[in-house]
């Protein structure tokens, strides 16, 4: 009973075509067009259609549309299927083309004519859109409509044949010129193209439109819910129109849902390839970026992805999610799982006046305090320490804790140390800080006597290892909208912070590529992949530890 009430609306239209036996198993598929990289976007279909197979024990298909004969891009076809595998959807057998079905497209299309369902048409482009009418006027039908079915099956076959010239002549369904739907006013099912195709190289110089083409992929590999967005709802009479005259048994349905967005983010395949062309972002996985590759590389995780999926629900209306609802999932998923670490990013030195010179105490830590599973570590703590400028201040305003002359402040894992004074350069930048220890307050000790307000992270400064740390904001200038008038982005200056001198716990020896932490109080952390080496990893700031996101009551 609870489960009813959370189903999605494709999911009671799946219920019923169960019931009803319109199908035996549900079969979806992933539709893709090789001409970008996947964003996050098509990982809501991916999602959404593989989640649907598996919860209905049926299939999930990964098909790419390849009718629109350009050039192949394999960097594009395996950047697919990459993501495709990495956000665990499995399709089985093996990746397909639009374009295997070429040969029963032509089939279908010599059908329909020999039904009377098509036509050769000679008009021109501009005839035919003048032909087509409006949203308030009717169309005409073409003086080419009414050739015989004789004529156009030759026709045809001599558009096959290469007898003509690209645009001379078009095949159209002959279906209602007058149709309140412009889709339906002789749509346009076959054109002349003299194109070399990836696939097929030159064995057609006609090619099938993607209204014609798709419902017949689907048709053909048993699709039952062909699950697209909502622009194409339009479409859905033509696609019936299609399965209907071909006489499919069992034709697939056609349901749209309204795509995802995020709000102040460049999503759309066409807004990102300019960012990428332009170079104005360090090509499509740009860890600032939200196609597929780009979340991976900043260390998002496919479960992460998966919550937010399921958070941003199936709907037939457009919305906009929040860009800090993703960045919840994924301080959700990695919270208990990532070790966390204690790294400064702004440093300052920290000297213990009445700490031993030259000794080096190690110091027990856990590795994760909401997870013990994840175990604890030794960190070194010495005389000379580094902690974050921003916790140390001269003149501190009111409810600052942390360390300014005279206060006493708990240095996490280690001991309470009260600040006793500081240096500063020429400019009166402070360079130094001093304070003393108190030995008996060691962590784990169970020293109890008195408490402090403030806690502060910290590290070695001879045991810590100097790393590269980038930090993201929104490329997107939030003030001002993503796009401006021409079309260009309003991009923020301040979208990547590249910090050089960062210190991490020496500790970090086994890491590896795509590795993720909590830097404790800064946020979590992963090391890129691309541009880390063994010996100086990059980390990418994934999402910081401050939330504006509140999950809904
Ligand atoms: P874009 O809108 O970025 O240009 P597209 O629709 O041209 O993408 P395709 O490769 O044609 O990209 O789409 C593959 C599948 O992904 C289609 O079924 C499409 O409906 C779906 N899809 C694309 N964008 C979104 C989105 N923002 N939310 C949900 N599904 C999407
Ligand atoms: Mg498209």
Redesign the pocket.
Known sequence: MEENISKNFIEKIIDEDLENGTYAKVVTR???????Y?????????L??YGLAQKYNGDFHLRF?DTNAKKENTEFVDS?VKDVEWLGAKYVGGIRYASNYFDDMYKAAIELIKKGKAYVDDLTAQQIREYRGTLTEPGKNSPYRDRSIEDNLDLFERMKNDEFKDGEKVLRAKIDMSSPNINMRDPIIYRVAHVTHHNTGDKWCIYPMYDFAHPIEDAIEGITHS???L??EDHRPLYNWVVEELGYPHPPKQIE?????LTNVV??????KKLVEEGIVDGWDDPRLVTIAALRRRGFTPESLKMFMEMTSVTKSNSSADYAMLEYCIRDDLKPKAPRLMAVLDPIKLIIDNYPEKMTEYLDAPNNVENPELGSRKIPFEKELYIEREDFMIEPPKKYYRFFVGNEVRLMNAYFVTCTSYETDDNGNVTVIHGTYDPETKSGSGFNSRKVKGTIHWVSAHHSKKVTVRLYEQLVDEEKGVYNEDGSVNLNPNSLTVIHNAYIEENIKNYKAGDSFQFVRKGFFNIDPKDSTADHPIFNRIASMKSSFKLPK
């Not at 992933?30 to 970008?36: D, K, R």
């Not at 996947?38 to 991916?46: F, N, Q, R, V």
């Not at 999503?267 to 990102?272: E, L, S």
């Open positions: 992933f539709p893709p067009e090789p001409n970008g996947l964003h996050i976007g098509h990982a809501k279909s991916i959404l259609n549309d697919i699950i697209c967005t622009e194409f849902f309204a795509k995802l967005y999503t759309g395949k066409r807004y990102i």
